[in-house]
């Protein structure tokens, strides 16, 4: 599979961006999904993950209440909205698919070595 991620751009703090991520050559119902920041000079840090139907999710505590991820399986399409962001927001995000059958529950898919495809980012940038 293919991933392809995109929505990413220049935002006041308190402002909202919607994050796409687009797959091609196979389902995104197959795959659980995640996304991923990293800012410069930083670690890849862990953003939400969504089992394969979506009932299931997980986020970063430093993200909780702000951000939502969703899917859209008909249109091959992962969402994460973004509300009230901060500057401390700005990074490269970057979506993820793992190949998992079963959902692992929450935590599992915070380590980026449970996933097995990665798309190019977008980059978010918050100003104060």
């Known amino acids: 599979v293919q991933l392809q991620a995109s929505g990413g751009g220049l935002v006041e703090a308190g402002g909202s961006l919607r994050l796409s991520c687009a797959a091609s050559g196979r389902t995104l119902s197959s795959y659980v999904m995640g996304w991923f920041r990293q800012a410069p000079g930083k670690e890849r840090e862990f953003v939400a993950a969504i089992s394969r139907r979506g009932v299931s999710t997980d986020y970063a505590d430093s993200v909780k209440g702000r951000f939502t991820i969703s899917r859209d399986n008909a249109k091959n399409t992962v969402y994460l909205q973004m509300n009230r962001l901060k500057p401390e927001d700005t990074a490269v995000y970057s979506c993820?698919?793992?190949?998992?059958?079963?959902?692992?529950?929450?935590?599992?898919?915070?380590?980026?070595?449970?996933?097995?495809?990665w798309g190019q980012g977008t980059q978010v940038t918050v100003s104060s």
């Open positions: 993820a698919a793992s190949d998992d059958i079963h959902y692992y529950g929450s935590g599992y898919y915070r380590v980026s070595d449970r996933y097995d495809y």
